[in-house]
């Protein structure tokens, strides 16, 4: 089965974001979003992503949010 984007899930892979840990976390990272546009604006978003400082998904706190190049957030590890 496709996702809207055409990307093809595994079994595996619907299995594993359906995990309720998974679950918490996709639901704070959208949150941190949403977050950053009501302060920010949309425009200012565009191609950029939110990154945790301390690299917590969950922690939504004042100083640990930053926008960041897709790019360079997703270069970190």
Not at 8 to 13: E, M, Q, S
Not at 20 to 37: G, L, Q, T, Y
């Amino acid at each position: 089965m496709a996702a809207p984007s055409g990307r093809v899930y595994t079994d595996y892979d619907r299995r594993y974001q359906a995990r309720p840990e998974n679950i918490r976390k996709r639901v704070a990272r959208n949150k941190a979003r949403r977050m950053a546009i009501k302060k920010h604006g949309k425009a200012k978003l565009k191609n950029k992503d939110v990154h945790h400082r301390d690299g917590n998904a969950t922690n939504n706190s004042k100083g640990n949010l930053q926008i960041i190049s897709r790019s360079k957030n997703r270069s970190i590890k």
